[in-house]
């Protein structure tokens, strides 16, 4: 089974700066994309930013420019960092991530770290 472990959330003042992070352990053979999601009080899960194996990126048009997904594939570990942070970004922010397993393709993801931007 995998297990995803995230660290790095906490209180900021708008305009700082966050880094998150998430180590995947347990039983498999590797990770193809990476990802992060975040929910703020009464809206919707979105995608922030995902990142597949090989590198490629993509990102939600309002953290563009301001966030960067990156992973390091030898430790199994995805982070977000997150700059000029706005009140907006609060939210609970979830890691995913799409393993392979002896059993096959296992979705899975973080407990969340909450992330609360103060204006």
């Known amino acids: 089974q995998v297990q995803l472990v995230e660290s790095g959330g906490g209180l900021v003042q708008a305009g700082g700066s966050l880094r998150l992070s998430c180590a995947a352990s347990?039983?498999?053979?590797?990770?193809?994309?990476m990802a992060w999601y975040r929910q703020a009080p009464g809206k919707q899960r979105e995608q922030v930013a995902v990142?597949?194996?090989?590198?490629?990126?993509n990102y939600a048009d309002s953290v563009k420019g301001r966030f960067t997904i990156s992973r390091v594939n030898a430790k199994n570990t995805v982070y977000l960092q997150m700059n000029s942070l706005k009140p907006e970004d609060t939210a609970v922010y979830y890691c995913?991530?799409?393993?392979?397993?002896?059993?096959?393709?296992?979705?899975?993801w973080g407990q969340g770290t909450q992330v609360t931007v103060s204006s």
């Open positions: 995913n991530a799409d393993a392979i397993t002896r059993s096959g393709r296992d979705d899975r």
């Open positions: 347990g039983s498999f053979f590797s990770i193809n994309a």
């Open positions: 990142i597949t194996r090989g590198g490629s990126t």
